[in-house]
């Protein structure tokens, strides 16, 4: 069974940084694409970052040049650097495989001062 698990949230200050982590487990995510979405108070989730296996990358407009997804295929993990936060990147932060209709429990990401 697939388990995904996010962790690395936390409130920070506008312009700070957080590095947050997701953790795979029951499956070997090597050869897959991975992303990062996220889910605001009131909104839709929406798909923020995707990494494929080769390491190709994508992002929303909104985070272009401020986040940067990558992976650690040996810990089995994806990782979301995320600088320069906004208080407009306040949202509860899931990572997943596109596609998949489960999710985790998210990680949290509050931009406040």
């Known amino acids: 069974q697939v388990r995904l698990v996010e962790s690395g949230g936390g409130l920070v200050q506008p312009g700070g940084s957080l590095r947050l982590s997701c953790a795979a487990s029951g499956t070997i995510i090597r050869f897959l694409v991975m992303a990062w979405y996220r889910q605001a108070p009131g909104k839709q989730r929406e798909l923020v970052a995707s990494i494929t296996s080769g390491g190709s990358t994508n992002y929303v407009d909104s985070v272009k040049g401020r986040f940067t997804i990558s992976r650690d295929n040996a810990k089995n993990t994806v990782y979301l650097q995320m600088n320069s936060l906004k208080a407009e990147d306040t949202a509860v932060y899931y990572c997943?495989?596109?596609?998949?209709?489960?999710w985790g429990q998210g990680t949290q990401v509050t931009v406040s001062s």
């Open positions: 997943n495989i596109p596609g998949r209709d489960s």
